[in-house]
């Protein structure tokens, strides 16, 4: 089994770390009421995707 023959430095560890950052959900706005919504989803408000009515108002 590999053992390192030396310690790791906060530099190198922190180095390796730079790119795990999270990062917050990028939004689009919905063509029918202009609300911001996740991409690829059917609109929270309006229950449509695509210009099409997905989900009907009487499930909201």
């Known amino acids: 089994m590999a053992v390192p023959k030396k310690k790791t430095s ?6 390796r770390r730079a790119h795990d950052a999270i990062s ?3 939004t ?3 063509p029918q ?4 919504k996740l991409p690829h989803r059917a609109c929270a408000n309006c229950g449509t995707y695509k210009g099409k009515e997905v ?6």
């Open 10 to 15: 906060k530099s190198k560890k922190n180095m």
């Open 24 to 26: 917050a959900p990028s």
């Open 28 to 30: 689009s706005t919905c």
């Open 33 to 36: 009421c202009q609300e911001p």
């Open 55 to 60: 989900i009907s108002n009487d499930e909201f």
